[in-house]
C-alpha cells in the first residue's frame, strides 16, 4: 500500500487548479483494483499535474461518461481489460459522443489482452487498424533489449522521435531511450488529415503472433515504417485521442529500468515520454486561442488635428472597393500553465482570406509585435474592383495544434457619385480634355470670322 500513500501525498501537493486548458475531470477505466498499483507512478504524476482522478471499472453500473445531457469528464484513460466488452457505457457510439463534446481520450492497447470489440469499432471509425488476433505484437531482431527479451525481442528500444514533419511543431521530442514492451501495432488510413504518427515502428520491425509456430512470417499484418506504436487522432473540433499500442509503457517497471541495447546499457526515458503524450493529449500543450481580432481602413492618419477621421474605426460594417485594409489577430500557444506568444514552427505562416465565393486575397500573416502571452500578426491589402459581401477568414489547422478558424463578415460597396476623380485629376484624361476645348475654341474662331466677314458684292447685270 506504499504506492496508495505516495498518490495521496502527491494529491495534496499538486496544484489547485488543472493545467489542462480544458478542465481537470480525469477518468480511468481500470477492471482489475488490483493492476492500480502497477501504474501509481503515472497515476501519480497525473495527480500531481492538477488532475482530478475518478478510478471506475468498466463493469461498474453506476459509470457515465454524460450527466445531464454534458460530459461527466473531461478527459478518460482506457486501460486493457481481460474482457471483450466494456459495458453499456463505453460503446463505441458513447466515446464518439464525448468526443464530439470536446472530451480526450487516452487508449492503452496491450497484446496480453483482446481488444474490446467496442474499442475495435471506434478504431475502425478513425481509420486507425489493429490485428484482428489476440496475441500479435511487434517484434524486432536489431532495435530489441538483449536483457527482458533476449529470445523473443517483443522489447524494442527505440529513440525519441526528433521530427515528426519539417513544417510542424514536435511536443513529444526528448532524449534518450523509449522502452515499447509487447507493442500492439497500428496502421494508419491515407485518406484522413485527422490522424497521426507520434512514434514509429523501425524498418526493420514487424507484426508476428507468437501462437503462429512457424519460423516465417508470410502474410504478416504490417511491416516497418507502415506500424505505428504510437498513434493520435485530432477531431474537427479539437478533440483528441491517443492510441498507445504498448500499456506497459505506462506501468512502473519501465519508467526507470535499465535495459541493454547492442550490447551497451541504458536507461530507458518513458516516464518523461508518456508524460510529453499525456500532456499533448489532455490538452496541456498545442492549444491554440485567439484574442483580439481588428481590421480597419488603413488610409493614414488625417493632417488635420480635429479630424474624426483621425483615428479609424475599428471592425467596419463597410468599406468601399479599392480600399486600403489593414488586418491584425493575436494568437496565444497554451503551454502547461500559461498562455504564451505563438511562434509558428520553420516555414509554416497563419494564413488570411479575404473571400466572396472563392478568395480574392490569400495573405500570410507576418508576426508584428508581441505581448506577455500573445503574438500580433497582420497584414495589409486593398479591397478588389468588386462590390458584395465578403470574409475575412482565418482557417488553421496543423497536426498537433488546435484548430483555429475565425470568420469575419463586412460588405464591400461601389463607389459613390461623388468620389469618383474629377476628370482634370486623371493625366491620361488631358489629351481628351485638350481636345474637346480645342474643338470649342475653333467653333468659336468659325463662327466668330463668320459673323464679322462682310458678305460679298452682288453684282448687277445690265439688260438693254
Known amino acids: ?119 475495435q469499432s471506434l478504431l475502425l471509425e478513425l481509420d486507425i487498424h489493429i490485428p484482428s488476433d489476440k496475441g500479435a505484437l511487434v517484434v524486432d531482431h536489431f532495435n530489441y533489449d538483449s536483457t527482458s527479451a533476449e529470445e523473443k525481442h517483443d522489447v524494442l528500444l527505440l529513440p525519441y522521435p526528433k521530427s515528426l514533419k519539417p513544417d510542424v511543431k514536435n511536443y513529444f521530442a526528448g532524449e534518450g531511450v523509449i522502452a515499447v514492451p509487447r507493442a500492439v501495432g497500428q496502421t494508419l ?91 499533448w493529449t489532455f490538452k496541456e500543450t498545442g492549444v491554440l486561442k485567439v484574442g483580439k481580432l481588428v481590421h480597419y481602413l488603413d488610409e493614414g492618419v488625417s493632417k488635420k488635428p480635429n479630424a474624426s477621421s483621425a483615428v479609424p474605426e475599428n471592425n467596419p460594417k463597410i468599406y468601399r472597393v479599392k480600399n486600403n485594409v489593414a488586418f491584425t489577430v493575436e494568437i496565444s500557444e497554451y503551454s502547461n500553465t500559461h498562455l504564451t506568444p505563438f511562434v509558428p514552427a520553420t516555414g509554416d505562416s497563419v494564413q488570411l482570406e479575404f473571400s466572396m465565393l472563392s478568395p480574392f486575397h490569400r495573405l500570410n500573416l507576418k508576426p508584428l509585435s508581441q505581448t506577455a502571452n500573445s503574438t500580433i500578426f497582420g497584414a495589409s491589402f486593398k479591397t478588389p474592383d468588386q462590390h458584395g459581401i465578403f470574409n475575412f477568414h482565418i482557417k488553421y489547422n496543423r497536426p498537433f495544434l488546435t484548430n483555429v478558424e475565425e470568420k469575419r463578415q463586412v460588405t464591400v460597396r461601389h463607389f459613390a457619385h461623388d468620389e469618383w476623380p474629377r476628370s482634370w485629376q486623371i493625366s491620361g484624361a488631358w489629351v481628351w480634355i485638350g481636345g474637346i476645348w480645342v474643338t470649342v475654341a475653333g467653333w468659336l474662331a468659325f463662327v466668330a470670322l463668320w459673323l464679322y466677314s462682310a458678305p460679298a458684292e452682288k453684282i448687277v447685270k445690265k439688260t438693254q
Not at 497525473?46 to 469528464?73: I, Q
Not at 464518439?96 to 481520450?105: A, D, I, Q, T
Not at 492497447?109 to 474499442?119: Q, V
Not at 550490447?263 to 518523461?272: I, L, Q
Open 1 to 119: 500500500m506504499r504506492w496508495l500513500f505516495s498518490l495521496l501525498s502527491l494529491a495534496l501537493l499538486g496544484a489547485v487548479h488543472a493545467v489542462s486548458f480544458t478542465g481537470s475531470r480525469l477518468l480511468v477505466v481500470l477492471e482489475d483494483a488490483k493492476e492500480q498499483e502497477k501504474y501509481g507512478v503515472f497515476l501519480g504524476d497525473l495527480t500531481a499535474r492538477g488532475f482530478h482522478l475518478t478510478v471506475e471499472s468498466p463493469k461498474e453500473s453506476s459509470l457515465s461518461l454524460f450527466k445531464h445531457g454534458e460530459r461527466a469528464y473531461d478527459h478518460v484513460i482506457l486501460l486493457p481489460t481481460k474482457s471483450k466488452g466494456l459495458g453499456p457505457a463505453l460503446t463505441a457510439g458513447n466515446i464518439l459522443e464525448f468526443m464530439k463534446k470536446e472530451g480526450n481520450v487516452l487508449l492503452a492497447l496491450s497484446s496480453e489482452y483482446a481488444t474490446p470489440t467496442a474499442l
Open 189 to 279: 488510413g491515407n485518406d484522413s488529415p485527422l490522424i497521426a504518427p507520434v512514434l514509429r515502428a523501425p524498418s526493420t520491425a514487424y507484426s508476428y503472433n507468437p501462437k503462429d509456430e512457424a519460423d516465417i512470417v508470410e502474410d504478416p499484418f504490417a511491416v516497418g515504417g507502415q506500424l505505428n506504436l504510437v498513434s493520435t487522432v485530432q477531431a474537427l473540433n479539437s478533440a483528441r485521442l491517443t492510441v498507445v499500442g504498448s500499456s506497459e509503457m505506462l506501468q512502473n517497471a519501465w519508467f526507470s529500468e535499465k535495459a541493454t541495447l547492442a550490447g551497451k546499457a541504458v536507461k530507458t526515458a518513458n516516464r518523461d515520454f508518456v508524460e510529453k503524450v499525456s500532456s
